[in-house]
């Protein structure tokens, strides 16, 4: 059985393509979905997508993975710059998680400068639109067979 991955979107994510598309592009969570399980499939990765509009979801999925999947490709929404629960979570069931942001958080207002998520990150892509998704879980399947991310990539 191949290694699981979570893919996990926070509030208001549902509504990509409509939502602000100047900012998150005409894309809908679909056609992210699709796109992450087509690159999973390529990588040899079990990819599970969820979409939450509540903190306590994403706490229990991050909760979950634990025991059911080897990392966590998260998009917490606006709950990155707010979420210690989401935080303590990642921290707690030691899953590597990357956190992905559509947009250039750091290009726009102070309050989304913050992440909660970061400081216990495998790693953080920012602005790369939805190729973030894609980014992180190449990267995850690296860890995954690679689990020393300190030792140099010789393949
Ligand atoms: O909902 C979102 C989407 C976002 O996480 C992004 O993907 O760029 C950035 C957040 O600041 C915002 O609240």
Redesign the pocket.
């Known amino acids: 059985m191949d290694p699981v991955v979570f893919i996990l979107n ?4 549902n509504l990509l393509g409509l939502r602000e598309p100047a900012v ?1 592009g005409s894309s809908t969570l679909a056609d992210v979905e699709a796109l992450a399980r087509a690159t999973g499939d390529r990588l040899g990765l079990v990819v599970e997508c969820r979409q939450s509009n509540h903190e306590g979801d994403l706490v229990d999925w991050i909760q979950e993975a634990r025991t059911r999947a080897q990392g966590i490709v998260l ?4 709950l ?2 707010t979420s210690v629960a989401i935080h303590d979570a990642i921290r707690g069931v030691g899953v590597p998680t990357i956190e ?4 250039n ?1 750091h290009a ?1 207002e102070s309050f ?1 400068h913050h992440s909660y998520i970061s400081p216990v990150a495998a790693g953080v892509i ?1 602005g790369l639109g939805l190729d973030g998704y894609d980014l992180a879980l190449q990267a995850l399947a690296r860890r995954i067979k690679r689990p020393d991310p300190s030792e140099p990539i010789t393949a």
Not at 10 to 13: F, R
Not at 100 to 103: F, G
């Open positions: 926070g509030p208001n994510l998150y998009n917490a929404g606006a990155t710059h992905v942001h559509i947009s958080v726009r989304r920012v």
